[in-house]
Every structure is written in structure tokens, then in C-alpha cells.
């Protein structure tokens, strides 16, 4: 039993934050799509859940001399030792192999688009905080990618306004993971760890906040461009979530400023589901 537990605190499976956080782009990049069915909805919530688990556990593997020096995850199994670097490679390997077999339920432009854009980025991530002024950016770029891909599932390609929604996509995530930062802050200038308030220092919500206003003018030029009125109205509880964010961080409240966004997904999700595919609630 402590080693089935070991394992699943190495994917995060008592912390679930991250996979809502993935799953929700993906939740849009889906009901952006005519061609949205069921078995869609299904493989993207298993998608969401395994690449999601599968990047925990890469990052863990890399970044085992850095995640003891660190409060927050010192106490994380490869730094505890409740799972040796052998056992934990094993597993990254099989949950690979798993991730493949669910890829191949799906169609060949989403298998190219994943082994040769999505895994590549998926693995390079963990690494970047060591060499990239600004990694927050680089987990946008790799995080956002469930949207195109969940729209890919569906329609066997990506649109125009598929793009602009990753773009804004990408700022959301690099926003919000700049607050998650926020509370490591200290530890990662002691070990020599890049992030956004690091690079920016005194500046850093001011640049958090521009990344958040990026994401709400794409969205709202997205849901102009689409008639989506609903959506247009759900702009300003989003805009309330941000302020209410970035004043929770300011208070020294990162971890819940960040884990807020859930909510800001979760609207998103359930208002284009709303206006695209309405009927499929009579």
C-alpha cells in the first residue's frame, strides 16, 4: 500500500489541479468542434488525465537534485525515497505505453501532431526552467496544446479561430503559473531556477496581468467573431476571477490565486458548450 501510494503521489493523483487545468482547454478545443461525440469526450478526459500524470513523472525524474532544496516539494517520492529513480523510470515508460494505445483510438493527424509537436515539448518542459528566462511561457505552449489536440479528435484538422484560442490559451497559462511561481520563489533564487518574478521582479504583475489581458481580448474577439453572446457575457466573470486572482497573490495567497483558474476553465468550458452545442441538452 505505501508503494501504490508512493506512485500516485508522484502523479499528483491527491493533487488533482493540474489535470482540471489541462482537461478544460481541452473541453473547448472539443466543443469548438461540429463533429463532437461522445467517445471524443471520453478519450480527451483519459488523454488529459494520463499526459497530465505522465508529465508529473518526468518532471519528478529531472528534477530530483532540485526538489529537495525546495519546501514544497521536498517531500515528494524520489526525494523521499519511497520510490527509487528505477521504479519511477519503469513507470514513465509504461504510462508512455499507455498514452500511445489511447493516441491510437484517434486519427492519424492527432497521432503525428502529438509524437512529433505535443511529446517532444511534454518531455523538453521540465528541463527548461534551468536555461529559459521565462519557462511559464514554454508550459503555456505545452499545457495548451490539449485544446488543438481535442479539436483535432473531432475534426481532423485545426482552424483558424482554434489558433487564436491556443494563443490566448498560452498567455491564460503563463499568467497563472507566474502566480504559482510566486510561492517558490525564494528557493528558486537560492538554486538558480527561472521564472517569470524572478526575470521581472518588481515588475512581475504588471507583466502577469498583460499576459491576462492578452487572453481576455482574444476571447472576446473570439466570441464576437462567433456571435457567441454568451460568451461575451461570461467575459466579466472572468475579468472579476483575474482581479480577484492577482489580489489573492498580492495577500501572499499564490496557491489559491493560481488553483482559481479551475473556475475560469470551467465557465469557459460550460459557455461554448452552450453555444455550439445546445441541442444536445433537449
Known amino acids: 500500500m505505501n508503494k501504490l501510494n508512493a506512485y500516485l503521489n508522484l502523479i ?5 489541479i493540474g489535470f482540471w487545468l489541462l482537461l478544460w482547454p481541452g473541453m473547448w478545443g472539443l466543443f469548438m468542434a461540429d463533429n463532437f461525440e461522445i467517445k471524443h469526450f471520453a478519450i480527451v478526459i483519459a488523454g488529459a488525465f494520463l499526459t497530465r500524470s505522465l508529465g508529473c513523472a518526468i518532471n519528478d525524474y529531472f528534477d530530483i537534485g532540485f526538489d529537495g532544496q525546495v519546501k514544497r516539494t521536498k517531500n515528494r517520492p524520489l526525494v523521499n525515497k519511497t520510490l527509487t529513480k528505477t521504479e519511477a523510470l519503469i513507470f514513465i515508460i509504461f504510462l508512455g505505453i499507455v498514452c500511445l494505445l489511447l493516441l491510437y483510438l484517434t486519427n492519424l493527424f492527432v497521432i503525428l501532431f502529438v509524437l512529433f509537436v505535443a511529446a517532444p515539448l511534454i518531455i523538453v518542459y521540465p528541463l527548461t526552467k534551468r536555461f529559459l528566462p521565462i519557462p511559464q511561457l514554454f508550459l503555456g505552449l505545452t499545457f495548451g496544446l490539449s485544446l488543438p489536440i481535442s479539436y483535432a479528435i473531432a475534426e481532423q484538422n485545426i482552424s483558424f479561430d482554434i489558433l487564436l484560442i491556443y494563443f490566448a490559451c498560452v498567455c491564460w497559462i503563463t499568467a497563472y503559473d507566474s502566480l504559482y511561481a510566486m510561492n517558490d520563489i525564494e ?7 527561472n521564472s517569470l518574478p524572478i526575470f521581472f521582479g518588481k515588475d512581475k504583475y504588471i507583466v502577469i496581468q498583460a499576459f491576462f489581458g492578452i487572453f481576455l481580448v482574444i476571447m472576446f474577439f473570439i466570441s464576437l467573431k462567433n456571435s457567441f453572446s454568451i460568451l461575451s457575457v461570461g467575459i466579466l466573470f472572468i475579468i472579476y476571477q483575474i482581479y480577484f486572482q492577482v489580489k489573492l497573490s498580492k495577500s501572499g495567497q499564490h496557491i489559491e490565486a493560481f488553483q482559481s483558474n479551475s473556475h475560469i476553465g ?3 468550458a460550460a459557455l461554448i458548450f452552450l453555444e455550439n452545442h445546445h ?3 433537449y
Do not use: A, T
Open 279 to 281: 441541442e444536445l441538452l
Open 12 to 16: 499528483r493523483f491527491y493533487n488533482p
Open 187 to 193: 528557493d528558486d533564487k537560492k538554486i538558480s531556477i
Open 266 to 268: 470551467l465557465v469557459i
